[in-house]
Each structure stands twice: as structure tokens, then as C-alpha cells.
């Protein structure tokens, strides 16, 4: 029934008994449609389907055989074909006698005026008991006889009912025009001026094209002005991500709380558990032992010998300081290091490492790149750039390059814990922790063919930390390689663990760090925004904070599972019978 034939503004008159229909024109049960049982019809037009279906089959293969034409029937076939479509239409209703009693019962009107006002009748008795329920906004539910209610809220919705705020009339017609298509949806912060505006806009157009709610992702509560060109285009919403913190972690030291943005329950836990092991032990020491990020174009000549010309010209010691003057104009942080070349061919791939300050710094070793390019095309004019980026770098993606040369930060943290804070904290013992570390971070690794992979899950640690400070989560592929190595020292009473990770990529400025859950996240740690003393410096703390939290990680773990208790702590702290997927919107 129509919305305008059941809420209808008419005076309501006193509730009318509905007509009965006389006995015998009850149309009775659908099955009574035909003269055999439902059973009998169904086994009968099944039967005669398959059985003509099968017939004309064998028919069609007969006159293919004997050359003779399709068109060219007979008798029999002629009543084959009207079953096979007598018994389809059957069949193509799924046992359609409701619409053979359709043709047979042909409804007198008296019985839709009965159906109408019963329906009706219905409705008015519905609205008395639901008249506090919020109504559509094209309906009017108000009863002329009954006092005024409270003033109905106007809402929209999707498809799967979710209350949206109305839009104001103006935003309306630039959500049409998005749906239309005649207003790009990126261009929407350039031309209303008002990023906040620009991302509610795009979201209710989203939502209407998609016909999906995203009433459950947050649009409130955040600054979209702090990422306009800089961290995310076209936004509709932000992820919310719990944070939590272990620690005190004691490194060279000093005591740190360190933040993790994580959904894997027990990582926190299992890390802070770590730490505590550590700092009852007298806490890690961390060394940085390199910093540089690295770029590496790849560039291509005529023939091989041009580019092994151009291989010997980039890595003669008398032109570095040429080359190096060159790089260094694009920032007054960035400074080149070193050059590495790599031929394949007429194929040239040059690595550039420079020092990036307190930024993590592609930006600005891609410049200092793109300087030095310029300047070789003077005595190389036959050069072909190929790409800024020749994946020699190498940039979020396992390479062997990296675990070898390394990139961003080399770090190397160690401890010696305790013999009794290996049984009491750890709750396993130092023999078995250097027997698992051997046979699963080492042996088992290598039986994998692992690239950087010698641990337990450092990139855990890693990423949770890379999240909660605003670090490129994607870069997490290197930045996690690493290897783990534990020994039995003081005559096999303790333990000495250590982690070795040659490519921590971050930064503490730049990109996601300048946001303001991030940005305390750093603040929390100390190495909030650039060192004002020394160049790179907080840069520098953060990945030893991230090497010393990794070797944390790995010595909960490694005696999780040694003592078996793996399995069961994640039970405990990974899962979680309540329906957080219900909490109000």
C-alpha cells in the first residue's frame, strides 16, 4: 500500500467492522488451483520437463548427424516443443500455481474495498500506539483529533536506516551536484574554502552513491585544515585507533612510556612485560650506528660503456665535493653522504644517501637528486632519466640493499637480563630461550628463505609505534628488518639478547608527526618536533626508543612461547565476547 493511501490527512471516522466475504467465494489455498494434488502437479511438470528436454536433444543431435534441418519438424516434435514451454513457464513461477489462481480467482471488487479498510483501520491503530516514533520526512503522521506532539525530527536516510543530519539548503545542492557528477569531489576544499565543510559534503555524497551508511567513522573532532595537502586527500572521516603505552622503558638511561596505536590484543601487554624484564635488569643500551636515506634514480645511455663512463665519473673520490655542492642547495638539513652505482647493461641505478636532519626526509633527498641530475646532463647530454626513483633505493619493499647497506637509521640495542627475572618475570629459563632463538629466529627463518626476517615479530612493535607517531605505516616493511640473537653469558646464568635493524626509517617532523594525536604521542617521548641543538637528534632518539621497544617485544615473546604460553595469553587478552559493533553511533 502507497504511503499517500495509508497516511492520509482525511478526518478519521469511527473504525468501521471490515466486510466478511461470504464462505463461498473464499478463494482457499493456492494448491486448489488445479485439479491434482500439489505433490502430483509438481512430480508431473518436472517429469515432462526434463523428459521433452531430453527428447528434442536427441532429436537435434539426430539431424545433425543425418544433415537434416533444424527447421524441418515433425508431429512429435511439434508436441515436445509446446511441453517443453508449457512445463517452463511452470517451472519459471517455481511452482506457480499462485499465478494459475490468479487467472482462475478473479478478486470481486468488494474484496480490495474489505482489504482497504481493514488496512486502513490497521494503520490509524498503529499510529496511535507509535505516534512518539520519528516519521519520514515526505510523510505527515499528525492525527487531527489527537493534542500536538512534540516536533518531529526531519531526517535522511540510507539504506540501512541510519539517522543523518539534514544538510543546510545550499550544501544540498553541492551534494547533488557531486552525485551528478558535475562537481568533482576533490575540488571541493578549493572551492568552498572550509576543509570541515568540504569532507561533510563529500561524505553525505558518498553515502548516497554507495547507498552505505558511514554513520560508525567519526567526521567530528578533528582538524581537516592540518591535512590539507599534506596527509590525505579527499577525506570523509577519520579512523579512531586505541593507544596504549608500555613501558617504563630504560634505555642508555632514561625511562620512556612508549605509546602503540594497536587493535591486536595482548602486543601491549606482552611489550610492557619486556620492559619490565628489562628495566629489572638494569636497563638496554642503544647505539645508532648510521644515518642516511637514501634515493636512486635509474638512468639509461645509448650504449654500455656511456654508462659505465658515468659509474666511474659518480664514484671517483674527486668529484664528490662537486657533486656534493650540488645536492646540498635543495635543503640546509640535507647532506650527501655517499653514492652507489649499479649497472644493468646500458641501465645505470645510482644510490644516493645524504643525512635528512630531524625529517625522514624522501622529499629532500629527492631533490637534492633531481640538483644533481640537472647537473649531469652539462657532460652527459646523451643521458636518459628513466625515473627519479629505480626501486635501488630501496623505498617499502624488502631488498636486500637495505639489510645490507642499510637506510634511514642503524640501530643496535642490547640487555643482559637477569637469571632470576628470567624465571620470575619471563617465567621460563635462559637455556630455552637460547635454544628457541636458534632454531626459530635463525634456522627457521633461513628455512624460509627470509630477507631481514631473522625475529619474532618486530614489525609488531614497529608499526604500533610508526602509528601512534605519525611515521609512514608503509614503511614498516624495512624498517622491520631485523635480527634477533640471544646468548647464555656470566656462566649460562643470564641472558644476553640483543636486536640489530639497519633500515628505522622516521622522522619527527614533516607528514603525519604535525597532527595533533601524533604530535603528543611524540611529546610523550621527548623528540617532539626538530632538535633545536642538534640537527637530527630527536630523529636519532626515536629509533633507538624503537629499536630498544622491538627488543622489549621480542623477549616477551621468545619466552611466551617457550613456556607454552602463547596460546593462552592471547586467549585471555585477544578476544573479547562483548559486541562492540553495537555501541551507539
Known amino acids: 500500500m502507497e504511503a499517500s493511501r495509508l497516511y492520509s490527512t482525511k478526518p478519521v471516522q469511527s473504525l468501521k467492522p471490515t466486510k466478511k466475504i461470504p464462505l463461498e467465494e473464499d478463494p482457499g489455498k493456492a494448491s486448489d488451483a488445479l485439479p491434482l494434488p500439489l ?204 593507544v596504549g603505552i608500555a613501558g617504563p622503558l630504560l634505555v642508555n638511561g632514561r625511562e620512556y612510556s612508549v605509546p602503540m596505536a594497536t587493535t591486536e590484543g595482548c602486543l601491549v601487554a606482552s611489550t610492557n612485560r619486556g620492559c619490565k624484564a628489562i628495566h629489572l635488569s638494569g636497563g638496554a643500551t642503544s647505539v645508532l650506528l648510521k644515518d642516511g636515506m637514501t634515493r636512486a634514480p635509474c638512468v639509461r645511455f645509448g650504449t654500455a660503456k656511456r654508462a659505465a663512463d658515468l659509474k666511474l665519473y659518480l664514484e671517483d673520490p674527486d668529484n ?105 618475570v619471563l617465567k621460563t629459563s635462559v637455556e630455552s630461550l637460547v635454544e628457541l632463538n636458534m632454531l626459530k629466529n635463525l634456522t627457521g627463518s633461513a628455512m624460509a628463505g627470509a630477507l631481514g626476517g631473522f625475529n619474532a615479530h618486530a614489525s609488531n612493535i614497529v608499526a604500533a609505534i610508526y602509528i601512534a607517531t605519525g611515521q609512514d605505516p608503509a614503511q614498516n616493511v624495512e624498517s622491520s628488518h631485523c635480527i634477533t640473537m640471544m646468548e647464555a653469558v656470566n656462566d649460562g646464568k643470564d641472558l644476553h639478547v640483543s636486536v640489530t635493524m639497519p633500515s628505522i626509517e622516521v622522522g619527527t617532523v614533516g607528514g603525519g608527526t604535525q597532527l595533533a594525536s601524533q604530535s603528543a604521542c611524540l611529546n610523550l617521548l621527548g623528540v617532539k618536533g626538530a632538535s633545536k641543538e642538534t640537527p637530527g637528534a630527536n630523529s636519532r632518539m626515536l629509533a633507538t626508543i624503537v629499536a630498544s621497544a622491538v627488543l622489549a617485544g621480542e623477549l616477551s615473546l621468545m619466552s611466551a612461547i617457550a613456556a607454552g604460553q602463547l596460546v593462552k595469553s592471547h586467549m585471555k587478552y585477544n578476544r573479547s565476547s562483548k559486541d562492540v559493533s553495537k555501541g551507539s553511533s
Open 39 to 242: 505433490y502430483l502437479t509438481n512430480a508431473l511438470f518436472f517429469t515432462l520437463f526434463f523428459s521433452v528436454v531430453y527428447f528434442l536433444l536427441s532429436r537435434w543431435r539426430e539431424k545433425i548427424r543425418t544433415s537434416t534441418p533444424l527447421h524441418v519438424v515433425t508431429f512429435s516434435d511439434i508436441i515436445a516443443i509446446l511441453s517443453f514451454f508449457a512445463s517452463f513457464i511452470y517451472l519459471l513461477g517455481f511452482f506457480g500455481i499462485d499465478f494459475v489462481q490468479s487467472l482462475v480467482f478473479q478478486p470481486s471488487p468488494d474484496v480490495w474495498i474489505a482489504e482497504d479498510e481493514e488496512e486502513d483501520n490497521e494503520v490509524l491503530l498503529a499510529k496511535e500506539d507509535a505516534r512518539k516514533v520519528p516519521c519520514g520526512q515526505a510523510l505527515d503522521c499528525s492525527l487531527p483529533p489527537l493534542p500536538p506532539a512534540a516536533p518531529i525530527v526531519t531526517t535522511q536516510k540510507v539504506c540501512d536506516e541510519k539517522p543523518l543530519m539534514v544538510l543546510p539548503e545550499e550544501d544540498e545542492e553541492i551534494v547533488k551536484s557531486v552525485v551528478a557528477g558535475t562537481t568533482p569531489s576533490y575540488s571541493l576544499e578549493s572551492k568552498l574554502g572550509d576543509c570541515k565543510r568540504a569532507a561533510a559534503i563529500r561524505r553525505e555524497a558518498l553515502q548516497r552513491l554507495t547507498g552505505k551508511s558511514l554513520s560508525g567513522l567519526p567526521l567530528d573532532g578533528f582538524d581537516y585544515e592540518s591535512i590539507l595537502g599534506q596527509c590525505c586527500e579527499m577525506p570523509v572521516g577519520y579512523v579512531q585507533i586505541p
Open 320 to 424: 664528490f665535493e662537486t657533486l656534493s655542492v650540488v645536492f646540498n642547495r635543495s635543503s640546509r638539513f640535507g647532506r650527501l653522504q655517499g653514492i652507489k652505482c649499479a649497472i644493468a647493461g646500458k641501465n645505470l641505478y645510482i644510490r644516493f644517501t645524504c643525512s635528512t636532519g630531524d625529517a625522514m626526509g624522501m622529499n629532500m633527498v629527492s631533490k637534492g637528486v633531481q640538483n644533481v641530475l640537472d647537473f649531469l646532463q652539462t657532460d652527459f647530454p646523451d643521458m636518459d632519466v628513466i625515473g627519479i626513483s629505480g626501486n635501488y633505493c630501496s623505498d617499502k619493499k624488502p631488498a636486500a640493499v637495505n639489510w645490507i647497506e642499510g637506510r634511514g637509521k642503524s640501530v643496535v640495542c642490547e640487555a643482559t637480563i637477569m637469571g632470576d627475572v628470567v624465571r620470575k
